[in-house]
């Protein structure tokens, strides 16, 4: 498949999960900004706010392309051929949902491909889940779907790919993950046996999973009751998914210092986040029992 | 003077700011927490939370020592024969205030010293203001009364200082300032016809107009009215000064990636903090004075 048709198939993938996402909340109105980037491709960002179940989000398209930076070779440890210029090609899908209800994990789906001029090409991408309140059944529930997803192509990507998602989605400084993982790949080739068709459509499975996967953990927990002490808990969570985003996560730091499109990187910061100096949950409480369950490599699918 | 003579009169000034603002602001109740860092040295953090001029911030002093990482040496771009270990020892004041009143600027200062066992030393610091509303007239106090610390010592001081605090405290992906800026240096040492005694004294000059200069900015505006359009407003400002800190600050950056005390750290980031996707102020509000006076380069003293 040719780079035309993946940014083609991103884009109907990015119409079909707004489609699913206004069946699962009719109240979320999606906000579509067009945009260009003077060293070419551009993007279509869609944000929703104050819908019943999303109270802000976005659901991104785009692909980008230009002379590939030396320096990203560097940072990408690509040894190539530089006496001829390289060019670069990406475009993929980036989601993220921060749910009102406190009771609703906040999710994060991307799914991306990149090419260059000298021929290398990968895919990568994620699904991961922050529960404000961690729930065992339905943590098993989102890591068993994942893991169908995974299995359909090979065995051994659900085990690899949820590590690699505990390291990834993790807060050095705060020695705590994000949330409960998920899967996280990253330049996925040609390689070891594996074709181009075959890692293509695992992406696509991956990122027709997302509704579906998103729909259950709302459809478990929308009817949730809760008071001002959750939705406290939810800002304080929320002031860490700052701190990843902005502190650690690649994607944003990449964008943000190669000058990319502002407003859409910083589309996955929540509506609100605090702070406050040492908070520590009161033992023994729902938030403290979250809180010991923010570790690396928790086998989910045994709870 | 010695690094214990430093070290001393550090913790005095920091003795002496909270006093200072204990005057200006009665209900601010300081929290302190002693730490040891495991490498060497430690701090003294003091909290301050729901005063009545002062939502949150803190007072923080702290005197760190150890083995000179060899990564930190390159960073710092030091030259030095690395066959012999090579110790530091930092010590410093930094102070972050953020007020209920979004009528009432937000305020950092941080004034420091550094040496390593190689003989190598400098001091380091600067006071910048992040008003919510910029007003010209107090912004122009602001640096008038910083001119005036400055010339007292040298009269390059004052523009070069300026000119430096206005490119670090910017936000590229903004394209905007933090706020007025004020003063900012780095690796004041023995160099170009100072004496170490000339350098801390103007230090010293520094830490020590602190509270004058903020108690100035609260008294002229703390029985300012607002609504809740300008907390609103205030919320997204705070959400640029997240941006700053954790996506572009030198010591936040390098204090989170190198194992530093994570809550004294952010001791710095608001108690509550708002995006909105693509928020424009109203033309010609108040919000839209204030976003475009955002800019490096601006002459406060000429209003």
């Known amino acids: 498949m040719t780079k035309k048709e993946i940014t083609n198939w991103f884009k109907c993938l990015q119409d079909n999960i707004c489609k699913g996402l206004k069946d699962l909340d009719a109240d979320a109105i999606f906000h579509e900004d067009l945009w260009k980037r003077e060293e070419g491709g551009g993007g279509r960002t869609r944000i929703i706010n ?104 090979h065995h051994d990507y659900y085990p690899t790919f949820k590590k690699w998602a505990d390291n990834y989605f993790f807060i050095p400084h705060r020695n705590e993950t994000r949330g409960i993982g998920g899967i996280f790949f990253d330049r996925l080739n040609d390689t070891n046996g594996f074709s181009k068709m075959e890692r293509w459509n695992f992406v696509k499975e991956v990122g027709n999973s997302f509704v579906h996967l998103y729909a259950h953990q709302v459809n478990q927990t929308k009817e949730l009751k809760y008071s001002s002490n959750e939705l406290n808990w939810q800002r304080l969570r929320r002031g860490r998914y700052v701190e990843f985003n902005l502190v650690w996560d690649r994607g944003t730091k990449f964008g943000l210092e190669t000058n990319g499109r502002t407003e859409s990187i910083l589309m996955s910061l929540p509506p609100q986040a605090n702070w406050e100096y040492c908070y520590t949950p009161k033992i023994n409480s729902l938030e403290a029992q979250t809180q010991s369950k923010l570790k690396k490599g928790i086998n989910w699918l045994s709870n």
């Open 50 to 153: 104050n819908g019943s179940i999303i109270e802000k989000g976005g659901v991104n398209f785009s692909s980008v392309e230009g002379d590939m930076p030396a320096n990203l070779l560097k940072v990408l440890k690509v040894e190539t051929d530089t006496s001829q210029p390289i060019t670069f090609y990406a475009t993929g899908v980036s989601i993220v949902l921060h749910p009102n209800s406190p009771m609703t994990p906040i999710i994060h789906m991307n799914v991306r491909y990149f090419e260059m001029s000298n021929g290398l090409w990968w895919f990568g991408g994620g699904i991961d889940l922050t529960p404000h309140y961690i729930d065992d059944l339905l943590a098993k529930d989102f890591h068993r779907m994942l893991k169908n997803v995974c299995d359909k192509h």
